[in-house]
């Protein structure tokens, strides 16, 4: 285990938008050390999950990369607080050429970490740039818009999709954004309701600079059209570790299973006896066990 580490702010150039990262670099190094790039959950910022992650695993002696993705945090991006899945994903590309291209890194033993809404991206990051050479992903959310249907029921889907036109004709005539709260525990209209998230994103524990408790309302409908479990399908021979809580009302075993059941080739699901989702974000019960398995992992395949 490597307890030094340099730290270093540092600027992703995406479609000519400026992404700002913290890449944790190990200085007990001997010559070039493998790398992981980290994405994190819906509304995140580098601060929080995805950075905590980071730097317990450059602690493991990898070099780390987290990152804002496009409109959130201190990166740019016009739409600000809006999930743009293309542009997450052009995001993560450029990311991976980032490491790729720095002198520390060795270019042949990249990974890729996601947590939560950053664990389908990952996925399907992963499954198409093949300079991913290993994979993991944490309470991850395998976004299927057939499935995201089917629990919705059909007629509502379509009511919803009608709901969220409106919102663009309107946001297109007016050039006004419709913005709700990310996170409200008073039933207040939000992208993440309830007590469960309130409990990380509305307290001390998700504490962070660039985080700001609003998202455009039509991300809601990039959550319910975007498919990113697809990546199952495709991610094959790239070996692929899914760890996941039994108990989880936001990101479902039953969509982990699924997905684990759809990749072909080197694999492995993790159980961990959760409690609710945002254990995974930072309760050492079950974070400890997921870095200790995902360090075994990136050692074995990167």
């Not at 004709?169 to 709700?180: F, L, N």
């Not at 408790?213 to 495709?234: P, Y």
């Not at 990749?263 to 997921?290: F, R």
Request: aromatic share 8%; net charge negative.
């Amino acid at each position: 285990m490597s307890n030094h580490i340099e730290t270093t702010d540092v600027t992703i150039t995406a479609d000519e938008l400026n992404l700002a990262g913290h890449l944790r670099v190990p200085t007990d190094r001997d010559g070039p050390v493998p790398a992981i790039v980290f994405t994190g959950p819906f509304t995140g910022v580098k601060e929080q999950v995805a950075g905590q992650y980071a730097e317990r695993l450059a602690e493991r002696g990898f070099a780390t990369l987290a990152f804002d993705h496009r409109n959130f945090g201190a990166s740019d991006g016009h739409r600000r607080q809006h999930e743009d899945p293309a542009g997450k994903l052009a995001d993560l590309s450029a990311a991976t050429s980032f490491l790729v291209g720095h002198d520390a890194i060795d270019a042949d033993r990249i990974g890729c970490v996601g947590i939560c809404m950053g664990g389908g991206y990952a996925l399907k990051h992963s499954a198409f740039d093949r300079r991913i050479k290993a994979l993991a992903v944490v309470a991850a959310a395998f976004n299927d818009p057939k499935v995201m249907r089917t629990g919705i029921g059909a007629e509502g889907y379509r009511q919803m999709m009608s709901d969220f036109a409106d919102v663009a004709s309107r946001e297109h005539a007016t050039g006004e954004i419709d913005v709700i709260k990310a996170v409200s525990d008073d039933g207040e209209d939000a992208a993440m309701p309830g007590a469960e998230p309130f409990e990380y994103y509305g307290t001390e524990r998700s504490a962070a600079p660039g985080w700001k408790n609003e998202m455009t309302r039509l991300s809601v409908r990039e959550l319910l059209t975007t498919d990113l479990a697809i990546g199952a399908d495709f991610i094959g021979p790239t070996p692929t570790l899914i760890v996941h809580g039994r108990t989880d009302g936001f990101c479902s075993p039953e969509g982990a299973q699924d997905a684990f059941d759809r990749i072909e080739g080197t694999k492995e699901l993790m159980w961990l006896d959760t409690t609710n989702h945002i254990d995974l974000y930072d309760q050492s019960d079950y974070v400890d066990p997921a870095i200790d398995r995902i360090t075994e992992w990136m050692a074995e395949y990167l």
